[in-house]
């Protein structure tokens, strides 16, 4: 889980925590993380009044985003 994502750097890679969240994502994009669960980050987005989502890349190229409870940094 990433607690502050301000320390984040665009292009830094990150691991999707699949138990976090296979049960909101289709099975197609599950299958993706399941094959390789990191991704890219590439921006954020202001998913409600106080919380920010991250805006990352799949390795197939897709893009989609996350909550920072459901990412967690590599080494």
Avoid: C
Wanted: charged fraction near 30%; hydrophobic fraction near 40%.
């Amino acid at each position: 889980m990433i607690r502050d994502s301000s320390t984040l750097q665009k292009g830094q890679i990150l691991r999707v925590e699949i138990n976090e969240v296979k049960d909101r994502l289709p099975q197609s994009i599950l299958e993706i993380i399941r094959k390789e669960p990191t991704v890219e980050l590439v921006g954020y987005k202001m998913v409600d009044g106080n919380e920010f989502g991250l805006v990352v890349k799949l390795k197939n190229g897709e893009i989609n985003w996350f909550f920072e409870k459901e990412l967690s940094e590599t080494m």
